[in-house]
């Protein structure tokens, strides 16, 4: 093919390669979402893509950026041209520890930054849940979540600045070392969340901070949603600083519920998982102010002491989404975010929806932040039930507006909600986004068909 003949030409050997299966989907392969590209692009250094970027550009192909391929919006599912992947970029160029600081090239996978974080004392909250595969430039590009979003906030809130190569095929940065920069318009606030349609991010610097020397989590299990939703309303009215604030229905714990570290109550229909973090005092006592406050109408708790049972209780949670996906063997699954006091009815909404389109349905997610992953369990290879629960997400993002929420909180627009966003800006806000994307992109090319409509 010409794309890649040609660029083979231009870039060191092995650099260019056929599209193999891998580089063609996300993690909306549970919906049955899968691409096709002309050639995939394994550049090792900012120059190289910008060398694919240009020639990209001058020849009208589109330009897929792509990080560890965990999405959930479809973002890195091409359709057709270049899939330029992150996946060899994965240097870490500096971690000056005194100054809480990182500076690490896109392709570095999220658990990896963890990891050379915390060797140096040091943490980096965000944490969205599949850390192993899921890469930094990812994270930035979707303005990635995770459970401790809840005290420390999303991805974007850890990234000074960024590296990124624009059309027509030239590397600049937004930011930088700074802590601060009030100089101009946030060229870095685009860039995060834009979702490969504005450029290709090769390197970011990430804030630390110094890392709690404990994290005490507590599970809550309760007879009933009511009293669920009640306890993460008390853990905030209460004024109770966790740091993450999560949450699983029935429907969440009967399919993932029989991994949970410890047996569950048979009658337990919803769980509250909080966390406390600090120093080894500071957490005793917050998680014992948790506990007071989660306990009350509580069927069990569920306290891990040691650092093997608390990693224990996280890695299940890590796995509710796959033990969700496999439970009908595939899975539409949502993001909205509403205000938390909307939570309760929005679980509630969520298994009306799915039954009335006749889809077994299911939520878990981000209590705190009012963030539930609404998901409607299915067979992906039933195009009738995939149709039926597509209405069904566009009756959860009907809900989600209507209470003053977002149509997505975490997993970004990409192609499956597309469809949804100009509902969610309004006629001005889609025509400002149109024109922020003519300003980086003016022909169109970088990761087409996604974010705007
Ligand atoms: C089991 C599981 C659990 C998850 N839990 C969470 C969670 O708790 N919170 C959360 O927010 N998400 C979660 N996710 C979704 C996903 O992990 C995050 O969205 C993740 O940040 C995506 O990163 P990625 O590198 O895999 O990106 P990809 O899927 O490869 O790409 C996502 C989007 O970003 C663009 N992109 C990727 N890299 C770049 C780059 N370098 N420059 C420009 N654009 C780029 C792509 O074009 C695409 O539009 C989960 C996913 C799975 C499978």
């Known amino acids: 093919l010409p794309a890649r003949a040609e660029l083979a030409r231009l870039l060191p050997e092995g650099t260019v390669v056929e599209p193999s299966a891998h580089h063609l989907h996300d993690a909306t392969e549970a919906q049955g979402l899968a691409g096709h590209a002309d050639a995939v692009a394994l550049p090792e250094t900012t120059a190289e893509v910008a060398t694919v970027v240009a020639w990209c550009y001058e020849h009208d192909v589109a330009i897929v950026p792509r990080g560890g391929g965990t999405g959930y919006a479809g973002g890195a599912v091409p359709d057709g041209g270049v899939v330029l992947s992150l996946e060899r970029m994965r240097a870490v160029r500096a971690l000056d520890a005194p100054l809480w ?10 658990a990896q930054l963890q990891r050379v974080a915390r060797e140096n004392g040091l943490w980096f909250p965000p944490d969205p849940g599949a850390a192993e595969q899921s890469q930094l430039g990812g994270n930035i590009a979707t303005n990635a979540g995770g459970p401790h979003a809840f005290k420390y906030g999303v991805t974007g809130r850890w990234v000074t600045g960024i590296e990124a190569v624009v059309p027509p095929g030239e590397a600049i940065t ?21 979702e490969g349609t504005l450029g290709v991010i090769t390197a970011a610097w990430l804030r630390l901070i110094p890392a709690p020397e404990a994290a005490l989590p ?66 005793r006592r917050v998680r014992a102010e ?57 679980i509630e909404a969520t298994l009306e ?14 209590a705190g932040d009012g963030n539930l992953h609404s998901t409607f369990m299915l067979d992906r290879s039933d195009p009738a039930a995939l149709a ?66």
């Open 290 to 346: 948790l506990t007071e406050v989660l306990a009350p109408a509580a069927l069990t708790l569920h306290a891990p002491e040691t650092r093997a049972d608390v990693a224990a209780l996280w890695r299940w949670r890590d796995g509710v989404s796959l033990a969700v996906a496999s439970a009908h063997g595939g899975k539409v699954s949502e993001d909205i975010a509403i205000p938390v006091e909307h939570l309760r009815e929005a």
């Open 388 to 453: 039926r629960a597509d209405r069904a997400a566009g009756e959860l993002f009907a809900l989600a507006l209507r209470t003053g929420g977002s149509i997505s909180g975490e997993h970004g627009v990409g192609t499956v909600k597309r469809g949804a966003l100009r509902e969610a800006l309004g006629d001005r806000g889609l025509a400002l986004h149109r024109g922020i994307k003519h300003a980086f992109d003016p022909k169109g090319l970088m990761n087409p068909g996604k974010l705007v409509p």
């Open 101 to 110: 600081r990182a500076h690490v090239e896109a392709g570095l996978p999220t």
């Open 353 to 366: 929806i799915g039954a009335r389109h006749d889809l077994a349905a299911c939520s878990w997610g981000h």
């Open 174 to 194: 937004a930011g930088g070392p700074v802590r601060k920069d009030a100089a101009g318009y946030d060229l870095r606030g685009l860039l995060v969340g834009s």
């Open 218 to 283: 507590v599970a809550a299990l309760y007879a009933d949603t009511g009293a669920g939703c009640a306890a993460v309303e008390a853990v905030m009215a209460a004024g109770v600083p966790a740091a993450a604030l999560e949450f699983l229905d029935a429907g969440a714990i009967r399919v993932a519920g029989g991994a949970f570290p410890v047996p569950l109550p048979d009658n337990a229909q919803f769980m509250v998982v909080a966390e406390a973090d600090g120093s080894l005092d500071e957490a």
